[in-house]
């Protein structure tokens, strides 16, 4: 996929996400553990959100690849990087497992 289709789909996201009530805090966050395409709000929760395009439905679809490998550990709190770039007023007190 071209940067410029993944931006385009990353932008309709937050179009989406916007639309919805929630407030986009931040876009395309990197650190050392990856990258997360859009870092957004809404009522107190902090959303994680991975863009998945796919340009024919034959390339599979965006929950498979979004989803982590069947053996790998569960989910837990993002790191401290993530953390600590939020701005203060959007932090929750505390980060929970899902």
């Known amino acids: ?3 410029t289709r ?3 789909a990353e932008t309709a996201a937050c179009a989406f996400l ?3 009530g929630c407030t986009v ?3 395309n966050w990197h650190c050392r553990y990856g990258e997360i395409d859009i870092i957004a709000e809404h009522g107190g929760t902090l959303l994680f959100v991975e863009v998945k395009f796919r340009q024919k439905p034959s390339f599979g679809g965006a ?3 979004a989803l982590p490998p069947p053996n790998s550990p569960s989910c837990s709190p993002p790191p401290n990087c993530i953390c600590n770039s939020i701005p203060a007023p959007m932090r929750p007190a505390a980060w929970t497992r899902c």
């Open 25 to 27: 805090i931040g876009r």
């Open 6 to 8: 993944g931006h385009a």
């Open 63 to 65: 929950v498979p690849a």
């Open 1 to 3: 996929m071209s940067r």
């Open 18 to 20: 916007q639309a919805q």
